[in-house]
Nanobody, 119 residues
Framework: QVQLVESGGGLVQAGDSLRLSCAAS????????MGWFRQAPGKDREVVSV?????????YNEYFVKGRFTISRDNAKNMVYLQMNSLKPEDTAVYYC???????????WGQGTQVTVSS
């Protein structure tokens, strides 16, 4: 069983940056693909970015990421990160960390961290 805890969310202004972190425990972290998802009020959860076990493969939801976000992982620390730059009000959502198989890691979920971007 894998436990995931997100941190780093908050209230920022449009154009600012945030770095989300996800700490994993209870499993073999390096064997899982990791992903960031988000859910805005009244909307379905959507994928933001996914990284494979080694960090060598990454995918982004280019519908809205458009080069602004970077996913990374540190297998020695059991951590995955999402660097978000040039934030927009439409990025406001609860951001979730997830672990599982490539390319759709949805077996284990964190509790989420709120990101609010004001205009």
């Amino acid at each position: 069983q894998v436990q995931l805890v997100e941190s780093g969310g908050g209230l920022v202004q449009a154009g600012d940056s945030l770095r989300l972190s996800c700490a994993a425990s209870g499993g073999t972290f390096s064997s899982y693909a990791m992903g960031w998802f988000r859910q805005a009020p009244g909307k379905d959860r959507e994928v933001v970015s996914v990284i494979n076990w080694s960090g060598g493969s990454k995918v982004y939801n280019e519908y809205f990421v458009k080069g602004r976000f970077t996913i990374s992982r540190d297998n020695a620390k059991n951590m995955v990160y999402l660097q978000m730059n040039s934030l927009k009000p439409e990025d406001t959502a609860v951001y979730y960390c997830a672990a599982g198989g490539w390319p759709t890691p949805n077996d284990y979920w964190g509790q989420g961290t709120q990101v609010t971007v004001s205009s």
